[in-house]
Structure formats: structure tokens, C-alpha cells
């Protein structure tokens, strides 16, 4: 079973429709989760960041981790076309180990 | 302005011979990463340095080299025993103690002909 899990889609959704984006993983060590979008040919960059459980929200971007169950999740509400990217969840054991990435999922929404 | 630059952007490189990518970051991170990126695979981590002249290995370094003699640059080489070179190459940094953000560089997209 690989660490981290994430469906690749691609996910393609009407402009304004609610996005839900998952990812789930097997080591209950990790402590810090994060969402990364990345266009085409571009690197990705930070979205959102969550330490341990909980909901964190920044505009119409929420991240929600569930460490019992070992799922994250990423909403993005009223979608735009400008959203269309790829979305990486990535986790962390401590700060000084690498990120483990999940393979990302394309998002595509439609105007 | 701070941030990480990669070099070239595209590459071309003949079968066989060894190529090596650049990349260079002026935010004084400790930590360099190496990631290879191919369609429907992910992130996948070459190598990387958490300290000047000291790195390790990833899930996929062989084929791969790497020197960090400096603490803003850590280049890459691609060599000939490196099976399927063809991807999507980025570079990142971040600061190496508790949670710090990790930030990427624009990427080099190696092709071998």
C-alpha cells in the first residue's frame, strides 16, 4: 500500500460548483498536511496548510484533515476556470524529513 | 526577488550522453530537493540535501548524481544509465527545521531524442 493515495481523475465540473478534492494515507505519523496546484508546465505551489486535525478555511479554499480516519479533504466553493490545475495533497512526519506526495488530480472547470 | 531558479527550461539530450540541470535558490534555505515529475505519476523525490556537502538518496536516484558544495545550488546530472530520462524536472527548498513552507522552482523539461 503506497503512504499516500490520491485519485488522479480528471475531474471536470461547471463553473460555481463545489469542488471536493481527497486524499487518503496509511502512517499515522504524519502531522503536517498540505495542498499544492500546479498549472501546466509550472511548479506547484502552496494552497493550504493544516497541522494535526481539523478545518482550516482562506477565502473559498478548505482543507479539512481527519486524522482518526486518515483522509484529507480540499473544497473549493464557486470553482472558477481559473482554478483548473493539478492539486497535490502532500504530507509530513517532522521538519526535517521530505514531503510525501500523492500523484495529484487534474481539476478541470468548465465556463 | 527571492525565489528558486531552474535552468534551461527545455533541454534536448542525445541517447547516451549525461546532461546536468541547474538549480539555484537565493532564500537561504538549508534543504534542496530534486523531483521528478512524469503524467499520472506525481512527485517523485531523486535526491535531496539537508546540509552543504551531505545528500541523500530518494525512492528514485539511480541514474541520477548530485554535488552540493554550495548552500544556494544543487544541480542535478542526468547520466547515460538513467533508463527513461524523458520528464518533467523540479527543483525545492525549505527551511529544514519544524514545518516551513517548501517552495519549487519553475521546472527544466528534459527530452531525450
Known amino acids: 500500500q503506497k503512504e499516500v493515495e490520491q485519485d488522479p481523475g480528471p475531474l471536470s465540473v461547471p463553473e460555481g460548483a463545489i469542488v471536493s478534492l481527497n486524499c487518503t494515507y496509511s502512517?499515522?505519523?504524519?502531522?503536517?498536511f498540505m495542498w499544492y496546484r500546479q498549472y501546466s508546465r509550472k511548479g506547484p505551489e502552496l494552497l493550504m496548510y493544516?497541522?494535526?486535525?481539523g478545518n482550516k478555511e482562506d477565502g473559498r479554499f478548505t482543507a479539512q484533515v481527519d486524522k482518526s480516519s486518515k483522509y484529507i479533504s480540499l473544497f473549493i466553493r464557486d470553482s472558477q476556470p481559473s482554478d483548473s490545475a493539478t492539486y497535490l495533497c502532500?504530507?509530513?512526519?517532522?521538519?526535517?524529513?521530505?514531503?510525501?506526495f500523492g500523484k495529484g488530480t487534474r481539476l478541470s472547470v468548465i465556463a | 526577488d527571492g525565489g528558486i531558479t531552474q535552468s534551461p527550461k527545455y533541454l534536448f539530450r542525445k541517447e547516451g550522453q549525461n546532461v546536468t540541470l541547474s538549480c539555484e535558490q537565493n532564500l537561504n534555505h538549508d534543504a534542496m530537493y530534486w523531483y521528478r515529475q512524469d503524467p499520472g505519476q506525481g512527485l517523485r523525490l531523486i535526491y535531496y540535501?539537508?546540509?552543504?556537502?551531505?545528500?541523500q538518496k530518494g525512492d528514485i536516484a539511480e541514474g541520477y548524481s548530485v554535488s552540493r558544495e554550495k548552500k544556494e545550488s544543487f544541480p542535478l546530472t542526468v547520466t547515460s544509465a538513467q533508463k527513461n530520462p524523458t520528464a518533467f524536472y523540479l527543483c525545492?527548498?525549505?527551511?529544514?527545521?519544524?514545518?516551513?513552507?517548501?517552495?519549487f522552482g519553475p521546472g527544466t523539461r528534459l527530452t531525450v531524442l
Open positions: 502512517n499515522s505519523a504524519f502531522q503536517y
Open positions: 493544516t497541522y494535526s486535525s
Open positions: 502532500a504530507m509530513i512526519r517532522t521538519g526535517n524529513t521530505p514531503l510525501v
Open positions: 540535501s539537508q546540509i552543504v556537502n551531505d545528500f
Open positions: 525545492a527548498s525549505r527551511e529544514d527545521r519544524a514545518y516551513n513552507e517548501q517552495f
